[in-house]
Structure formats: C-alpha cells, structure tokens
C-alpha cells in the first residue's frame, strides 16, 4: 500500500515563528489532507488539497503531486496551533493513509 | 450543527463486555468510514460503507462488526472486548466516489477505555 511520511516527527517553536511541515508519499495520489489534532483530540481539517496552493488565515498548503510530496506553511505561530499534525492521502479506492503526525508545541 | 456525530465521547468498560458506538452524519454523504488510532497516535482505517454497502474491510477481528441501516448512520458493535481494544475510535463521511474523491469530514472520536 501507499507510503506516508512525515517530518519533522517533533518541533518546538516559540510564539511568533513560522514553521514548514513536509508530508511525502509513495505513490500518485488523488486525495490529500492535512489535519490538527487539537489537545481534545478532534481532528479538524485543515486542507484538502491533492494538488496545488491554497491559504487559509496564517496556514497554506502546497502539493506538487508530481514530485509526490505536500507541505504545510504555519506563519506567526499561536499557542493554540499547537497539536499534532496529520498528513493523510488517498489513492484509488475511498480510505485515506495516514502519516505518523508531527508533534508542535508553541511556546509563550 | 454537527456535521459528524459520535456517541459516546467516552465509554469504559470492562474486559469481556460487548459495546456499541454510533455515528450519524448530516452531510447527505453516501460513504462512511471507521478508523482506530492506537496509543501512539497512529491512524487506520478499519470500514467503510458505501450506500450501507461494505467495501472495506481492513484486517480487523470478526468481534468488530459495523452496521450501517441507512447511509447516514454507521454503528460500529464490538463483541467480547480485550484490553487491546482501547483506543480512540473516529468516524468519518465523504460524498461517493462517483463524484470523484472528496475530502473526509471526521467525527470528534470516541475514546474507549478497557478495565
């Protein structure tokens, strides 16, 4: 099956610092998603975004499934972004893989 | 307003117990999903159901038996719990895949704890 990988697994970043959160995956894909999981635990969606750039507030999103990877943009970061996020990609078929997460702690 | 409802947000339980967990959306989606995400955060797919037909049916032990009585609504049903059940279970729904693939709209999980 399809391969997703995250990087980097952890990363600290103090209040007001842009982070880049790369997801690589194995295989053409026609389903892509990014994820915060929030300290609660619910996942919401970020992105959906199997190709291309979008922004939302201080996130972006920038798939290039030709080169098979996407990343997440976080400017002037909060310390509520922080969580684990989730990359997850879908293939032929209607389940989504999921990459193992990275793990952001904002600090005040 | 929720999109995707799971119910319960909580449930603990006995080793051995049989359970339930529901999930509605109102999205008018034709596709539903189980996943299972384990004690270090990993995400599976267990089902999915399409118009409260199974198409996907991971690895999972025959104590887990979904069922779907109309496309709005997949209950998840697990017999004779064991301690490596306990998890965070979610819930998920998407348009059908005849509209091309469609983003995953997620429940806020049900958090299943075994004694």
């Known amino acids: 099956g399809i391969q997703v990988e995250q990087s980097p697994p952890d990363l600290i970043l103090q209040e007001g610092a842009n982070s880049t959160l790369r997801c690589n995956f194995s295989d053409s894909v026609n389903n892509l998603q990014w994820f915060h999981q929030n300290p609660w635990g619910q996942l919401i969606n970020l992105f959906y975004?199997?190709?291309g750039t979008k922004q939302n507030g201080r996130l972006s999103a920038t798939t290039v499934a030709t080169e098979r990877y996407s990343l997440l943009y976080i400017s002037s970061s909060q310390t509520t972004d922080s969580g684990v996020y989730f990359c997850a990609v879908g293939a032929s078929g209607s389940r989504l893989t999921f990459g193992e997460g990275t793990q952001l702690t904002v600090n005040p | 307003d929720t999109a995707v409802s799971q119910t319960p947000k909580y449930l603990v339980t006995q080793m051995g117990n049989d359970k339930s967990i529901k999930c509605e959306q109102n999205?008018?989606?034709?596709?539903m999903y189980w996943y299972k995400q384990d004690s270090k955060k990993f995400l599976k797919i267990m089902f999915s159901?399409?118009?409260?037909?199974?198409?996907i049916n991971e690895t999972v032990p025959n104590r887990f038996s979904p069922k779907s009585p109309d496309k709005a609504h997949l209950n998840l049903h697990i017999n004779s719990l064991e301690l490596g059940d306990s998890a965070v279970y979610f819930c998920?729904?998407?348009?059908?895949?005849?509209?091309?693939?469609?983003?995953?709209?997620f429940g806020d999980g049900t958090r299943l704890s075994i004694l």
């Open positions: 998920a729904s998407s348009r059908t895949q005849g509209f091309g693939n469609q983003p995953q709209h």
């Open positions: 999205l008018g989606h034709d596709t």
């Open positions: 975004i199997p190709s």
């Open positions: 159901y399409n118009n409260k037909e199974l198409i």
